[in-house]
């Protein structure tokens, strides 16, 4: 973020009528980012995870080790899992 945007928000957060219970929220959220959040960062390494894991089938699928499934068979797929 740039040092203007940085400015612009801080201007902004001075322009809010906030109460204390609603300063101490904010400030505890700008010191413990909710990245520290444990539900925070299982979200995120599933992310890292299932793309990671896309990614190594596509590359594996370019050198014609496996074959990746079709837009219709997944959504058959689906709907086959919906009906069970």
């Known amino acids: 973020m740039t040092t203007t945007a940085m400015n612009n928000l801080w201007s902004y ?5 906030l109460s204390q219970r609603n300063r101490k929220w904010l400030a505890e959220r700008l010191i413990n980012p909710t990245a520290d959040d444990p539900k925070t960062a299982r979200q995120k390494a599933y992310v890292r995870d299932t793309l990671t894991r896309a990614l190594n089938e596509a ?13 219709d068979e997944f ?8 009906k069970a």
């Open 13 to 17: 957060i001075q322009g809010l009528s």
């Open 59 to 71: 590359y594996a699928a370019q050198r014609g080790e496996i074959q990746l499934q079709t837009l």
């Open 75 to 82: 959504l058959a797929e689906l709907d086959e899992e919906e």
